[in-house]
């Protein structure tokens, strides 16, 4: 559990890192990352932010731009400046209106014995079955 006097790590607006930021405590990104991302509590990815890699937390909140694989623990919450190009995989998700997402969303059923997933793909084409309409047979008149 994060302590009150616990600072996570902030990357600030005119900071651009390659590699990987791992961090106990909560991750605040203003800048860009090329790589791994990885906190034990919240990342939250600013408006100023871009970043390129997979992301990886119990809470993941978006207001700038993802290209990676995003994993959430408990939430992942996607504001109307966010973008998200990549799949993600949580228990909750808020997305609002006007974010943009790119990708393939795998969420937990909330039960209380176990957890099974369910997949929905967004932007797919969804399949219908055509029902044909029965037609009215043709009556055949005797004329006499």
Do not use: W, Y
């Not at 919450?77 to 998700?93: A, R, V, Y």
Request: proline fraction near 1%.
């Amino acid at each position: 559990m994060k302590q009150a006097n616990q600072v996570g790590t902030i990357v600030g607006s005119s900071v651009h890192l390659t590699g990987i930021i791992k961090d106990s405590s909560d991750i605040n990104i203003f800048g860009g990352v090329e790589g791994e991302v990885h906190s034990d509590e919240k990342v939250v990815i600013e408006d100023s932010a871009r970043v390129k890699g997979p992301i990886t937390a119990r809470e993941v909140i978006i207001s700038g731009f993802v290209n990676g694989t995003i994993t959430a623990k408990d939430r992942i919450e996607l504001n109307s400046t966010g973008t998200i190009k990549g799949n993600i995989d949580t228990k909750d998700l808020l997305i609002h209106s006007g974010a943009t997402f790119i990708g393939k969303c795998t969420m937990a059923e909330k039960t209380d014995s176990e957890s099974t997933a369910t997949e929905a793909e967004f932007g797919a084409e969804v399949e219908t079955e055509e029902i044909e309409e029965e037609q009215p047979a043709e009556v055949e008149k005797d004329e006499d």
